[in-house]
């Protein structure tokens, strides 16, 4: 059977993306899941986020666009696991930012990560840390995705940036046989200030029915783990950000 595939996807930078596709990754395989995680970012966040370095990396999520057919994939050296994970990772490489390039004359491009991961090794949920900008890596993960799951940070500045993604998802939409599924997950959220307050309702009455209840909240643990090279559940399992993940893949798992 293949894998329900969520990308995490947002063009504004800063908005909790990475931290989402690990903080969800961890949370899902808590509950016996098999995850993977692949990062699509060829700034390779999510990768050195686990100690996982581009220059180290022998394979990567980019030979799914290389590889001359989905069968052709070598998941065997694509996939990781890194040390203390309780997922897979398939790393970035910095030539992702190429592919508009490298698949320039290629038939089907927009589909060659959802074919790859139908014919792919078994997980029950496959995350994509997807790119920041447009372009092809970006379609093929909102092509692949069975829900687009968007961090969205609790500040006015951050409802601009979801334009540009709500751009590209409608043009998906007019040559897709069905439309994006979507949510929407309110990030970094200070409830001592009155403006993430405002933001917070904004966003529940912009995205009615297509928003998580759960509010990611501002958590140095975050940090903390990012510098010990693991996730928060590893880190600071009984702290506010590890128990609003663990209701965040709660929530996905309802779906």
């Given amino acids: ?93 910095a030539r992702l930012s190429d592919m508009e390039w490298d698949l320039r004359d290629r038939k089907g491009k927009g589909v060659l990560l959802r074919e790859a991961l139908a014919s792919g090794p078994a997980y029950d949920h496959v995350i994509l840390d997807c790119p920041p900008h447009t372009g092809v890596v970006l379609v093929n993960a909102l092509v692949a995705a069975d829900l687009c799951l968007i961090p969205i940070q609790t500040d006015f500045l951050a409802l601009h940036g979801v334009r540009n993604l709500f751009d590209t998802m409608r043009a998906l939409n007019a040559a897709l046989p069905r439309p994006v599924a979507y949510r929407a997950l309110a990030t970094m959220f200070d409830r001592r200030a009155r403006a993430c307050l405002r933001v917070l309702a904004l966003l529940r009455e912009k995205f009615v029915g297509r928003m998580f209840e759960t509010v990611i909240g501002l958590d140095t643990k975050f940090r903390e783990a990012s510098a010990a090279g693991r996730v928060i559940q590893d880190v600071a399992p009984d702290s506010r950000g590890s128990r609003e993940y663990a209701a965040l893949a709660r929530e996905v798992l309802s779906l």
Avoid: Y
């Fill in 1 to 93: 059977m293949a894998p329900r595939v969520l990308a995490i996807a947002n063009q504004k930078g800063g908005v909790g993306k990475t931290t989402t596709a690990l903080s969800l990754a961890a949370a899902l395989a808590m509950t016996g899941r098999r995850i993977l995680v692949m990062d699509l970012d060829p700034h390779g966040c999510a990768s050195a986020h686990l100690g996982i370095f581009l220059e180290g990396v022998a394979a990567s999520s980019a030979e799914v666009f290389w590889a001359a057919s989905p069968e052709a994939v070598p998941w065997e050296r694509v996939v990781t696991r890194p040390e203390a994970a309780a997922f897979d990772l398939a790393p970035s490489h």
